[in-house]
C-alpha cells in the first residue's frame, strides 16, 4: 500500500530535510515515527528537499508499507511519535503511479522580510530581518525579468547536482504588507538554492544597491559568482505543490497564502 502525507515543519533547528551524517533532520523523525505505526522500517520520498533552517507550511511524501491502518491512525500515530515542531497535516491512499517528487507539476514558495529597524524577537529564524526600507516597487521591476522559462546558473549553488539549469517561473510577486515585504514565487521544480539566490539579488535591488535590470543581468550572465549574496533561510517556507487530477483532489491541500505572513 503506498499512502501520501501532508507534512508541516518549523526547519530553525534542523539541517534541512534529506538525512545526513551529521546534525538533526526532519526525514529521519518521519521515518522513524511511520515506522512505529508500521511496525516495519518505512522509507519516505518527499516533493522537494528543503535547506537548513527552511520551514515547510506542506511537505507532501510517499511510503510504501504493508500494514493496514486508516488515515487517521496514520495522522495521529504518526504525530505522536514526532517532536512537537514536525506534525502530520493530513494522510492519503494513493496508487503505486503516484510519486510525491515526479507526479509534481509545480512547487509553490513564500520568502518573508521583516522590514524595519528592530530585529524580530518572536519571530526570530522564523523570518529574514532587513532593517534598510525596502522599495517594493523595483524590487518587482526586477522580479518580471526572471519569469518565464530560462537558465537559471546564476541563481543556483556552485554544489547544485541539478544536471540541467532550465526551470520555468510561472509566478514571482513582491508585496508589502505593513513591516512584511512576501516574495511569492512558482515553478515547475527549483534548483538548490535558486529561491534564496532569487531573494538576495531582490533585496540588493530593494536596497538601491542595483538598478532593476541587475537580476535580468545576471540571469544572462550564467555565472552564479555574478549573483551576489544568497538570503539567509529562515524565511523561505515551502508552501504547496501541485499535482495533477486525480491526486490533487485526493489532498486536502490549503489554498496559497495571501497577505501577510502573520498579522503583527
Known amino acids: 500500500m503506498r499512502i501520501a502525507l501532508g507534512i508541516e515543519y518549523a526547519g530553525e533547528h534542523y539541517w534541512g530535510w534529506q ?3 551529521k546534525g538533526l533532520n526532519v526525514q529521519r523523525y518521519v521515518e522513524a515515527a511511520l ?18 533552517g527552511v520551514h515547510a507550511l506542506e511537505q507532501i511524501v510517499h511510503a510504501d508499507v504493508t500494514v493496514q ?24 491512499f494513493v496508487d503505486e503511479e503516484f510519486h510525491a517528487r515526479f507526479s509534481a507539476q509545480a512547487r509553490h514558495y513564500r520568502y518573508v522580510i521583516l522590514n524595519r529597524p528592530s530585529r524580530p524577537g518572536l519571530l526570530a529564524k522564523r523570518v529574514t530581518w532587513e532593517h534598510q526600507l525596502l522599495a517594493v516597487e523595483q524590487m518587482q521591476t526586477a522580479a518580471n525579468y526572471l519569469i518565464g522559462t530560462h537558465d537559471f546558473t546564476s541563481y543556483r ?8 539549469p532550465i526551470r520555468t517561473v510561472s509566478r514571482l510577486t513582491v508585496s508589502r504588507f505593513d513591516e ?5 514565487i512558482s515553478a ?20 538601491g ?4 535590470e541587475w537580476a535580468h543581468t545576471v540571469l544572462e550572465a550564467k555565472d552564479r559568482r555574478k549573483g551576489g549574496v544568497t ?12 499535482y495533477p487530477a486525480p491526486y490533487q483532489n485526493l489532498f486536502p491541500q490549503a489554498p496559497l497564502p495571501k497577505g501577510p505572513f502573520i498579522n503583527l
Open 19 to 21: 538525512i545526513q551524517p
Open 157 to 164: 549553488a556552485v554544489a547544485c547536482q541539478a544536471k540541467n
Open 209 to 212: 544597491e542595483q538598478p532593476p
Open 231 to 242: 538570503a539567509p533561510p529562515y524565511g523561505l517556507y515551502f508552501c504547496r505543490i501541485d
Open 35 to 52: 515506522s512505529k505505526v508500521a511496525n516495519h522500517p518505512v522509507a519516505v520520498v518527499c516533493a522537494g528537499r528543503t535547506d537548513s
Open 69 to 92: 491502518r486508516t488515515r487517521r491512525s496514520w495522522r495521529l500515530g504518526t504525530n505522536a511519535n514526532l517532536p512537537q515542531d514536525i506534525s502530520i497535516l493530513w494522510a492519503q
Open 188 to 207: 515547475n521544480a527549483f534548483l538548490h538554492h535558486m529561491v534564496r539566490n532569487i531573494a538576495g539579488v531582490l533585496i540588493t535591488i530593494g536596497r
Open 180 to 184: 512584511q515585504v512576501i516574495i511569492d
